[in-house]
Nanobody, 125 residues
Framework: VQLQASGGGQVQPGGSLRLSCAAS????????IGWFRQAPGKEREGVSC????????YYSYSVKGRFTISRDNVKNTVFLQMNNLKPEDTAVYYC???????????????????WGQGTLVTVSS
């Protein structure tokens, strides 16, 4: 099972992008879904997640107030709306199912979880 991440691209600082994470083989609403990113030479970090039980969300300090995660259960898709993008947001963004998502924590996926293939976001002028 693989999730499908899309929506990346190149934007200028201050611009916006909306990433999508879709699935055809699993129902995303049954899972916590997280977005992770990895910049060149850096470790992969958790950016945001949305809980499957009560819709609670988590944002890392670096993106809080600029990014918004949401679900569309009809489309079986999770979105990450990214506003006021900064050069330091440049990275490959991945979505994945996560075992735990609360307002103050995103747990890294386990070997039993599913990943998307990644979508590149480049913020530059």
């Amino acid at each position: 099972v693989q999730l499908q991440a899309s929506g990346g691209g190149q934007v200028q600082p201050g611009g916006s992008l909306r990433l999508s994470c879709a699935a055809s083989e699993i129902t995303l609403n049954y899972h916590g879904i997280g977005w992770f990113r990895q910049a060149p030479g850096k470790e992969r970090e958790g950016v945001s997640c949305i809980n499957n039980r009560d819709g609670r969300t988590y944002y890392s300090y670096s993106v809080k107030g600029r990014f918004t995660i949401s679900r569309d259960n009809v489309k079986n898709t999770v979105f990450l709306q990214m506003n006021n993008l900064k050069p330091e947001d440049t990275a490959v963004y991945y979505c994945a199912t996560v075992p735990v998502c609360r307002t103050n924590i995103i747990q890294r996926p386990t070997p039993e979880d599913y990943w998307g293939q990644g979508t590149l976001v480049t913020v530059s002028s």
